[in-house]
């Protein structure tokens, strides 16, 4: 998170594509002496080689040269093992704002050690409608060879999938607050929006089928491109939501929208824009009602004839007072029996 930022953007800094360790599931050369260790070919593939964490590193280190002021990192739940946590803080200088497995790993609570669920069931919840169940101190241990212990924060919020559920949030930064807290590992869902927005729109998926490591780097970056562009363009808009929460509202509203209302949102154009543009009598909207009917199929005609589209309106539109040709047209469909074949006529 930045402190300057409005917290809407997400831009992507960076990234790599990581590659086995394993020979036999390499294709290609993977000779890396034919390239000059000062080239990007060189360096872009020597990080695919290298261990998650320190590829983390050094693409984190790499985006703090473009942001300034960053203060803490958010990762997700595969980076929640202590030392990893503990790495990570150390080596980039940030403070690790973290989602904590359901495992057995031990932590330090009230001078004993205990698992985080056993954790949540000792400490007192919150009650009524409050944004996160419990926030509690803990010390966590070293794991293995690298004893590195550290104190942290730990804030227990409701899973929104599943009400019974429960999501242990910890921080390394303990002057935080726990709205501060959830409110900044919130931030970490956009990186989720682009991945789902880069797939489903900038087309990630299926564009390239390269083989080459360059190529398909190439194409992930101009995918990143696209991406920023449409995010620097939504930021100077006036809309300050970001580009992902737009195509998920868009989509909610898509989804709620029925048959019904979008007939009734259709017609209503179509009838402002007669009166506005040819002024009709009466009579003329009469016939123009009778035709529009007359030539769309009989499901959506019974469909848009029951729509009120005059509704607390003083210049009715006859489309509410159907004319005999119509109305007898529409009694006729709703009294057949079966499945009538209609003729679906241009516009």
């Known amino acids: 998170t930045r402190r300057s ?3 809407t953007t997400f831009l992507p800094l960076g990234f790599s594509l990581l590659a086995s360790q394993k020979e036999k599931n390499m294709r290609g050369d993977c000779n890396l002496d034919q390239y000059k260790k000062n080239s990007l070919a060189y360096k872009r593939r020597k990080l695919a080689l290298s261990d998650t964490l320190d590829v983390l590193v050094q693409l984190v280190n790499r985006a703090r040269k473009l942001i300034k002021n960053v203060d803490h990192l958010c990762a997700d739940r595969w980076f929640s093992d202590p030392n990893t946590i503990y790495d990570l803080k150390s080596q980039t ?3 690790v704002i973290s989602v904590l497995k359901h495992n057995k790993t031990k932590y330090e609570y009230n001078g004993e050690t205990h698992t985080i669920a056993e954790i949540y069931k000792m400490v007192r919840k919150h ?9 509690v101190n803990i010390h966590v241990p070293g794991k293995g060879s ?16 599943n009400r019974k559920q429960w999501i242990a949030i910890i921080s390394t930064d303990m002057s935080l607050s726990a709205e501060d807290i959830i409110q900044y590992y919130a931030l970490r869902w956009k990186t ?21 490591y360059d190529a398909v780097t190439a194409h992930a970056t101009i995918v990143c491109v696209r991406y920023i562009m449409l995010a620097i363009e939504q930021r100077m808009s006036e809309d300050k939501r970001t580009l992902g929460e737009l195509i998920a509202l868009i989509t909610e509203e898509v989804k709620e929208a029925d048959i019904a209302s979008i007939l009734q949102m259709f017609s209503d154009c179509v009838f402002d824009a007669v009166n506005d543009t040819f002024k009709p009598t009466p009579e003329q909207m009469t016939q123009f009602t009778d035709h529009l009917i007359g030539s769309l199929p ?3 005609a019974r469909l848009l004839s029951r729509v009120n589209i005059a509704e607390d309106r ?13 109305s007898s047209k529409l009694d006729k469909q709703d009294s057949k029996k079966g ?9």
């Open 298 to 300: 009989d499901s959506i």
């Open 339 to 347: 499945t009538s074949k209609t003729t679906k006529k241009s516009a």
């Open 192 to 212: 989720e929006v682009f991945f789902w927005t880069a797939k489903m729109y900038l087309r990630l998926n299926g564009e390239c089928h390269a083989t080459s």
């Open 314 to 326: 003083d210049d009715e539109p006859p489309l509410a007072k159907k004319s005999k040709k119509t």
């Open 5 to 7: 930022s409005d917290l």
């Open 127 to 135: 009650p009524g409608l409050s944004r996160y169940l419990a926030e």
């Open 93 to 95: 200088g940030m403070e």
């Open 146 to 161: 690298k004893n590195h212990p550290f104190d942290a924060k730990v804030v227990f919020v409701r899973n929104k999938a």
